[in-house]
């Protein structure tokens, strides 16, 4: 099997999107190995700095950059489930668009109502779930039931392996989220679950940070040296944002409106990495929502 074939199939492996329980467990037999390590594999990941796994952005000459647009983004369309993807995933494969560091999966998906992924496993990965409207029925094999709404964040742990089902819980509208999928800096740990609700006052033009490292601080926590912030900028308001660690890098997911960060002007679900800098400058050039991801550039 030729590496992309390869590629595109174990990713398509770790999707979870199945068509009933028949398919399921097909998929849970092929394979014992991780859903880390099916990632890894093949990709520039382990072991070195990974930023450099994107075309460069020539047109920005003060810091190393990748610049993703919207209309560039892969995309699929099952009738149910209306995704695009930020990074290569299930059938959508581009090698120059297979991870920002540790950060493996930013998916923009909306699933119709009713409608949703089915029980599926996963293990040895950071998930975390943003919704952006509607309501997603969650349940696990750690017997949590729960549902997110926009203003939550949940995190998972898949750690030594854990099961769950994603749903719209609405029969009359549809539901949108980010699934996000993060490299882990431990492998085999106990599988967690944790969901919190914003205060939307707390990134009304400020960067308001939603996920750390650490458990005592704002936020989820997760099993990586990552951290992410909100923020919903009014026109002409500026920020500047100092990355926690000099070895991390960021990336920026423009939700709604109109930024610049650094130099690079940015729309509507563009996508913007940099890296090799210690903080770059945001300024809101119409109203505008935005996710920014600092994450590792490398496993070590």
């Keep these: 099997m030729d590496r992309k074939n390869?590629?595109?199939?174990?990713?398509?492996?770790?999707?979870?999107?199945?068509?009933?329980?028949?398919?399921?467990?097909?998929?849970?037999?092929?394979?014992?190995?991780?859903?880390?390590?099916?990632?890894?594999?093949?990709?520039s990941i382990q072991n070195q700095q990974v930023g450099f796994n994107h075309l460069p952005n020539d047109e920005i000459k003060t810091m190393k950059s990748v610049l993703h647009k919207a209309n560039t983004r892969g995309h699929a369309n099952h009738g149910w489930l209306d995704s695009h993807h930020s990074f290569s995933f299930a059938n959508y494969y581009n090698p120059e668009r297979m991870n920002f560091g540790v950060l493996r999966v930013l998916n923009d998906d909306i699933v119709a109502?009713?409608?949703?992924?089915?029980?599926?496993?996963?293990?040895?990965?950071?998930?975390?779930?943003?919704?952006?409207?509607?309501?997603?029925?969650?349940?696990?094999?750690?017997?949590?039931?729960?549902?997110?709404?926009?203003?939550?964040v949940q995190v998972m742990s898949a750690g030594t392996g854990i099961r769950h089902s994603e749903y719209n819980k609405n029969k009359d509208q549809e539901v949108r989220f980010l699934q996000i999928w993060l490299?882990?800096?431990?492998?085999?740990?106990?599988?967690?679950?944790?969901?919190?609700?914003?205060?939307?006052?707390?990134?009304?033009?400020?960067?308001?940070q939603?996920?750390?490292?650490?458990?005592?601080?704002?936020?989820?926590?997760?099993?990586?040296?990552?951290?992410f912030h909100l923020g919903d900028l009014e026109a002409g308001c500026q920020e500047?944002?100092?990355?926690?660690?000099?070895?991390?890098?960021?990336?920026?997911?423009?939700?709604?409106?109109?930024v610049?960060?650094?130099?690079?002007?940015?729309?509507?679900?563009?996508g913007y990495g940099v890296w090799d800098t210690a903080a770059i400058d945001i300024k809101a050039d119409s109203d505008a929502k935005l996710l920014l991801m600092e994450v590792p550039m490398g496993m070590g």
Excluded: C
């Design 6 to 43: 390869f590629i595109k199939k174990t990713i398509l492996g770790t999707a979870g999107i199945v068509a009933g329980s028949q398919s399921l467990k097909a998929s849970e037999n092929k394979s014992k190995v991780s859903t880390m390590d099916k990632l890894l594999d093949n990709t």
């Design 113 to 152: 109502s009713g409608r949703g992924f089915g029980t599926h496993p996963h293990d040895n990965m950071e998930i975390i779930s943003i919704p952006l409207s509607g309501d997603l029925e969650h349940k696990d094999s750690m017997g949590n039931t729960t549902v997110i709404k926009q203003g939550d």
């Design 183 to 208: 490299f882990p800096n431990q492998k085999n740990v106990e599988p967690r679950y944790d969901q919190i609700t914003l205060d939307s006052k707390a990134t009304k033009n400020q960067l308001s």
């Design 210 to 227: 939603i996920l750390s490292p650490n458990a005592d601080d704002a936020g989820v926590w997760i099993h990586q040296n990552a951290w």
């Design 240 to 258: 500047n944002y100092t990355l926690k660690d000099p070895n991390n890098g960021l990336y920026t997911f423009v939700l709604d409106g109109d």
């Design 260 to 270: 610049t960060v650094g130099d690079q002007k940015l729309n509507r679900r563009d």
